[in-house]
């Protein structure tokens, strides 16, 4: 199969297109033609080396997370999916091994979820992480309908996709300069996490997608009655599930800012690194 790679870490032009072995789905997995993908910033910081230390890095890699497609094949034991179904899914590479830019990918199917007819497979493509990550990161906030939410940067890729789903979940959204809300969601960390802690009021409720390891100086301890939970995206149905019935109703669209072919990643990757960018960068594989 054909697939991006990197066999280095390094800068925008360490990728490569090349052929690789197409993978057999095993019990339980589905083996995915995938159609598009899209870029995170996750993945930049794996190309980068800054997450994976160079002795856990297997080369050639794969990179990607975000997957849309067809079902190709199923391995034993794998039930609720036919080949042919259209279906979006997630993969949480580097930990999983298996990137999303390549032509095929096995993965399991608890990963997986089937996608409206309808539904362009360039949108669902854009979805899987940051719309997981989103709902995760709601979710957390454990606070019920008419809460008030505040969201700190309600125009990136995360937080522009959490502020679409917050009022399907029966939340109000606050500006992101607001006070005294019930709940806040931090995607940015740092000095920008402070404030957003500083805006929940007494026994509220604080979440951040942005770990200490990967950006210290954030809230990461109990005051004011307020506990902070780090949310790390669990890559399941129960959270894609919701995500494809919203993308199937027309109640969710995510904000896309450019369609690359995919052997176009370096470009993709140049464009991720460049500060302004609001929407997410697919890639389709429609080279292949």
Known sequence: MKAAIIETFGDVNVFRMTEL????????????????????????????????????????????????GTVEALGSETVGFAPGDRVMAISPQPGSLVGTHAQFAALPASQVVKIADALPITTAAAVPL?????????????????????INNPKGAVGAIAAKIAPLLGFELAPPDALGVDGAIDVRGCQHAQKAFAAVKDGGAYVTIVPEWWKPGGVFTSARGITPVT??????????????DWLAQGDLIPEVEEILPLDQISEAHRRLETPGLTGKLVLDHAIF
């Not at 997981?132 to 454990?142: C, E, N, P």
């Open 231 to 244: 949310v790390q995206n669990p890559a399941n149905q129960d959270l894609l599930a919701p995500l494809a």
């Open 21 to 68: 072995p197409r993978p057999d789905p095993k019990s339980g997995e589905l083996l995915i033609r995938i159609h598009a993908s899209s870029v995170n910033p996750v993945d930049v910081g794996v190309r980068s080396g800054q997450i994976l230390p160079n002795d856990t890095a297997h080369f050639p890699m794969v990179l990607g997370w975000d997957a849309a």
């Open 130 to 150: 940051i719309g997981s990550t989103a709902l995760a990161a709601l979710q957390a906030l454990d606070l019920a309908p008419g809460a008030r939410i505040l």
